[in-house]
Each structure stands twice: as C-alpha cells, then as structure tokens.
C-alpha cells in the first residue's frame, strides 16, 4: 500500500505563492505518473496537474501559467508550485500515484490550502 504525504499549505493572501510537497513511499517511484488534485467545500475532487513519469505535463485550464509540477526521482517527491494564487484557488490539495492514464486509489491526508484576504 503506497503511503501519500503532502505537506506545504497554509494561509495566503491573493498573488502570493506556495510550495507543495508530496512525499511517496515504496520502491519504483520513477516509473508512476503523479497527480495532483483538490477539493474545495462542497465541490467534487479536481485534477489540478498531473507529471508523467518521463516529465511531461498537464495542466487544468483554471491554474495553467500559474502552477508548476514537478518531481524529484531521487527524493520521491513530487511538487506544486503555485504562484499568483487566488481564493478559487481554496481548497484540500492532494496527491495520487497512478498509470499515465489512470489514477491509483491510494490518497493522503492532504493539505489545505487557503488564499485570503
């Protein structure tokens, strides 16, 4: 059972930045593609960005120019950077570990994210 712990989040104003990490157990962490998702109150989860396992990414239409994702092989981690956030932007932030085309079933605890004035 792979183990999902992402970390990062916190409470912004609109325009500032944060960074997001999400640190994944088990051997093989190079040959996944990782996601990220949120969650906002009352909404369905979303598909924020997704990182196949030879770097090539996706975006939301709603955080493309804004968000980054990234991985560090080494480290097992996969990251978000979020720049010029926004209070759309509030929500539960989670990562997955899946196939390029299919999301695996195993979630963290998440990390709220909450942009403010």
């Known amino acids: 059972q792979v183990q999902l712990v992402e970390s990062g989040g916190g409470l912004v104003q609109p325009g500032e930045s944060l960074r997001l990490s999400c640190a994944v157990s088990?051997?093989?962490?190079?040959?996944?593609?990782m996601r990220w998702y949120r969650q906002a109150p009352g909404k369905q989860r979303e598909l924020v960005a997704l990182?196949?396992?030879?770097?090539?990414?996706n975006y939301a239409d709603s955080v493309k120019g804004r968000f980054t994702i990234s991985r560090d092989n080494a480290k097992n981690t996969v990251y978000l950077q979020m720049n010029s956030l926004k209070p759309e932007d509030t929500a539960v932030y989670y990562c997955?570990?899946?196939?390029?085309?299919?999301?695996?079933?195993?979630w963290g605890q998440g990390t709220q994210v909450t942009v403010s004035s």
């Open positions: 990182i196949t396992s030879n770097g090539s990414t």
């Open positions: 997955n570990r899946g196939t390029t085309n299919t999301p695996g079933n195993g």
């Open positions: 088990g051997p093989f962490f190079n040959i996944y593609a």
